[in-house]
């Protein structure tokens, strides 16, 4: 494919940017350079936005959004704490079961969007109430607390001292979800349906099926975040999802995953997550107040999906217009009999 | 590495010479937090602006800092970032009680106060608790509204903020705990959560009064809530028929207080609190109190620490009379 700004030049960028921002902070912020294992330590803090955001990716690839991911998070706790607490299950078998749940939460999603043709935003908006309702109405009035520390270990716990649980499992989630979007068929599928999907779908790819699959796969990976968030919490309440949506959904953009899909890779995505968690995470120890990291999360929101169209090559995005300009000169440049 | 090793050393040793060296310790200027459940809330800025003026006397660096939203994640991540700034003493108001503490303990470990003030988190994960007022006082204080102006017979709906909310439903047990008790005529016909959003909370006192024609009364222990159910008597031409009584700071329910929606509403003295807070926090950083002790605060007057509780104040009631005199 012939791009104005290839994919590679866009991770390259975010590397940078990724690795400026972490040098910039362990020198310039006094408290972010805890050693090396108290520094890795932060990502702690926001790694189950990591989770969703890599789930959530995926359905952006195929140009849908699944708007129901800080509810299906919620819920599927929320059911992973009544089964523990309440049901004598073990902890694990019960996060078991709630990333089951959770796949299947996001398997309904796709049910709603492609059986009863709903668009995927309002699909998953109204799933995403009925998720909530669902969850306060589990949760009654004392939400269940208190796993036990071998459940800490997953939000928590360090491996050989310094090496954090939840990093080493991010690494692992996005080395999985990168070699099953670029290296399988299904993966080109999912890429050719955001692309094109009637294209996709005069191809021979069966898209409903392909898209069933794609909302569970988002939902598994919320479900996912939603046990890692009660083991770093030590509770579950049923609007702790609830911040995850938009934060997720601004390092799946920043990772120059296109909102239209079709365009992006999982290496952005990663590195968009990693970037805005350190950016959060450092300015609030520099002792900027939330509302500024907020506002300045709004911003790259802002900025990536502009920065993305403008620089496109499809359609009318600068991008485009200039790669035209630049084919048309060529070709006048080009004497005719040669 | 050795002149590191020295440096620390060194300062380790200072460190437990200041530690032991209590007479000196009014004098070392101490960085202390406030984390309210949200920034932006008039009550908790009241909270602040009593801080403010205790801080400086007590020789306190004072940081205001909260989430933009009611999210305990998002306080937990200022808790974080205050650990890292190696703040001294965090004081807080929490969204729950639980999502918080790990943060909490966390700081505890790491030799920072926690001092909870009007919400508070899990018993372990903090050093003290001060307790707006007492949650019977507060409960009878509302009921008792509720009786002199709908009569001991009134068809009561609640209107809280969230179904977990700890200090709500602390207040909401009293409440039914002496209404039980003293007027055992009064009924309470719903139930419903505002959660702690102005719309939410009018939508909610809409339906309370469309639903239950009969209500005569709206009890409301949220800022928010109360707010609300004044709006929504206000909006239905309700006035005189159902009265509101509940928990908010005057200037947001001033304009309901004078036009007779709300007769009495109690609270306590925010600024002063907040005063009290900070120098709960000058103590708990200093180690001059104990789990159980009494100690006085020039201005605000003498306190018990009971198993690391200390109860702020008798409830103060807001009425058509005094509403003016209070502004936060």
């Known amino acids: ?34 050693g090396f294992g108290g520094t890795l330590a932060i990502t702690d803090q926001f790694l189950p936005f990591g989770f969703v955001a890599i789930g959530l990716a995926v359905v952006i690839l195929t140009g849908g959004i699944d708007l129901s991911v800080g509810a299906i998070a919620s819920l599927s706790a929320v059911i992973m704490a009544i089964l523990t607490k309440s049901g004598g299950l073990d902890i694990w078998l019960a996060a078991v079961l709630a990333l089951i749940i959770g796949a299947i939460l996001g398997w309904l999603n796709g049910i709603v969007i492609t059986s009863l043709r709903v668009e995927p935003l309002i699909a998953t908006l109204a799933t995403s109430f009925i998720y909530t309702s669902v969850a306060t109405a589990l949760a009654g009035a ?6 036990g520390k071998p459940f800490g270990v997953l939000g928590n716990g360090t491996i050989a001292l310094v090496l954090p649980v939840q990093l080493l499992m991010f690494i692992g989630i996005a080395i999985g979800f990168s070699i099953l979007i670029t290296r399988t068929g299904f993966g080109r599928r999912i890429v050719m349906v955001g692309y094109n999907r009637d294209a996709a779908h005069y191809a021979g790819v069966a898209v409903p099926g392909l898209l069933r699959k794609v909302y569970a796969i988002s939902g598994f990976m919320a479900a996912f975040a939603g046990i890692v968030l009660a083991s770093y919490y030590d509770a579950v309440r049923p609007d702790m999802g609830n911040i995850l949506l938009l934060t997720a959904i601004t390092m799946v953009v920043l990772g120059g995953v296109s909102i239209f899909g079709g365009e992006g890779g999982i290496l952005g995505v990663t590195l968009g997550v990693l970037i805005l968690g350190v950016l959060r995470q450092g300015m609030l120890i520099a002792g900027f107040s939330d509302m500024v990291t907020t506002m300045l999360t709004g911003a790259i929101l802002l900025v990536s999906i ?16 200039l790669l035209r300009l630049i084919n048309s000169r060529k070709q006048e440049a080009t004497p005719p009999n040669t | 590495m050795k002149s590191i090793t020295k440096t620390l050393l060194l300062a380790s ?33 009241a909270n602040e602006k009593g801080a403010i003026a205790a801080a400086k006397k007590l020789n306190i660096q004072f940081l205001y800092t909260g989430p933009v939203t009611a999210s305990a994640q998002g306080q937990v991540d200022i808790i974080n970032s205050l650990i890292a700034r190696r703040f001294n003493v965090i004081t807080i108001t929490s969204n729950n009680p639980t999502q918080p503490a790990p943060a909490l303990e966390r700081a505890m470990k790491q030799g920072i106060k926690v001092v909870s003030y009007d919400s508070d988190v899990a018993p372990d994960a903090r050093d003290f608790f001060i307790q707006n007022t007492s949650y019977p006082a507060m409960g009878k204080a509302m009921v008792d509204s509720v009786e002199q102006y709908a009569g001991p017979d009134a068809k009561v709906a609640i209107l809280s903020s969230t179904p977990d909310a700890a200090i709500q439903n602390a207040w ?4 039914k705990t002496y209404m039980t008790a003293h007027f055992p005529k009064m009924t309470i016909v719903t139930t419903q959560y505002g959660e702690s959003s102005p719309s939410k909370s009018l939508s909610a006192g809409l339906n309370i009064l469309q639903a239950y024609p009969d209500v005569t009364a709206i009890i409301a222990p949220d800022g928010a809530a109360e707010v609300g159910a004044a709006a929504a008597v206000k909006k239905l031409g309700r006035t005189g028929k159902v009265f509101v009584t509940g928990a908010s700071d005057p200037d947001s329910i001033r304009q309901y207080v004078k036009d007779g ?8 003295n925010e600024v002063k609190e907040g005063e009290l807070v900070m120098n709960v926090a000058r103590l708990a950083a200093d180690n001059k109190l104990k789990p159980n002790d009494t100690f006085t605060v020039k201005g605000l007057g003498t306190y018990a620490v009971k198993n690391k509780v200390i109860v702020f104040s008798k409830p103060l009631v807001f009425t058509a009379a005094n509403i003016d005199q209070y502004h936060f």
Request: glycine share 8%; with cysteine; net charge positive.
């Open chain 1, 142 to 147: 004392s939400p269940p607390y208190g796993f």
């Open chain 1, 1 to 34: 494919m012939n791009r104005f700004l290839p994919r590679h030049a866009w991770d390259r960028t975010l590397a940078i940017i990724l690795i400026a921002l972490l040098v910039a902070f362990c020198t310039l912020i006094p408290g972010f350079y805890a």
């Open chain 1, 306 to 321: 502009a920065a993305k169209n403008l620089l496109s090559d499809r359609g009318f995005g600068y991008g485009a217009l």
């Open chain 2, 13 to 45: 040793a200072l460190c437990s010479l200041a530690g032991i060296a209590p007479a000196h310790a009014q004098d070392k200027r101490i960085k202390v937090a406030m984390v309210p459940k949200l920034i932006g809330l008039s009550v908790f800025k």
């Open chain 2, 172 to 175: 909401l047990g009293a409440v």
């Open chain 2, 261 to 268: 929606i709300i007769k009495a509403s109690p609270l306590w």
